[in-house]
């Protein structure tokens, strides 16, 4: 596998088009899709949220893998899964990208996503909100400027979507938290867990803050991480550091009450679970095989969480299946 350490510092994304089921009453305005697969393409770097107002998992940003090019004109198309089906919702979408900040703004139903990269040699640094009666848009104010491999959750108690992490280029690693309220962007500094990339973050509503896990710290020395870490306006180490582990992905499941991390590199991918006393096995069978950089959200209105796609460490194959989680195990759900 390629993709730990420092190597982790460089996703090299290419576009993988595919022939996808149309949503005829999708919003967004995009052009109508060619029928014909009824699942997304293989992707690793892209993202899942829960949207309120549509009770459906949304994926963005899939159709990623390594390869090297140009930058792509192909827009990111939105995709919904409803517990049966996949189905694109909006295929005109900002220019599709890896590796970005992606949040659901439940407070004014409207997805967040900010930076991400088609190569490294084409970052982004621009911010877009979308919402199923308006399709996307781009908010042009000062922000974090030029960044990827960052992470962003929706802080419901500042109802504001919180992102960290990430670099601007090979060089540059911001270590401050950035708020966003919708209308302007806030940097907020102080005393944490230093700059990452390939980290793991969600809000955690119990603890009243964002969770950030594990990840590569490229500082000196430049280091895998297994220390667990809440923002709720400052920072404080709030787990003893386990085994190093990068391209993890996180989601708080509402039925067990804590989040769920799935899939990694570095030490493995079992999953886990955040207890008081620390990150523990999940401890159940049949769980999906080992992947980094998967897409993981808790479907509120099934009371799952849903996993899709992510990196096969055997051999960097994409993958494109979908599995969730309830209070009995895991499940393979792919559609026929």
Known sequence: MRVSGAAGLVIVVGVLLCHCSSDPGGPGGGPPVDSGVVRPPASAGHDLVYDDAL????????????????????????????????????????????????????????????????????????????????????????????????????????????????????????????????????????????????????YHPGLGGVVVFGGFEPGAPAQDRGDTWLWNGTWAEIAPARAARTHARMAYDEGRGTLVLVGGASSGDEPLVLRDAGWVPLGLGGAPPARYLPAVAYDRSRGVLVVFGGGNPANDALLDDTWELDAAGWRRVDPP
């Open 55 to 202: 009770q459906r998992v949304l994926l963005v940003n899939a159709g990623l893998g390594a390869a090297t090019g140009p930058p792509s004109t192909q827009p990111t198309q939105l995709w919904a899964w409803n517990g049966f089906q996949w189905r694109v919702l909006d295929s005109a979408g900002p220019p599709i990208r890896s590796l970005a900040g992606v949040a659901y703004d439940s407070a004014r139903d409207v997805l967040v996503m900010h930076g991400g990269s088609y190569t490294v040699q084409v970052p982004y640094g621009d911010t877009w909100e979308w919402r199923a009666d308006a399709g996307w848009r781009r908010i042009d104010v000062p922000g974090p400027g030029i960044l990827d491999h960052t992470r962003m959750s929706y802080d419901s108690s500042l109802q504001q979507a919180v992102l960290f992490g990430g670099q601007r280029d090979l060089t540059t690693f911001p270590e401050d938290v950035w708020l966003f309220d919708g209308g302007q962007w806030t940097s907020v500094s102080g005393a944490g867990p230093g700059s990452r990339v390939h980290h793991a973050m969600q």
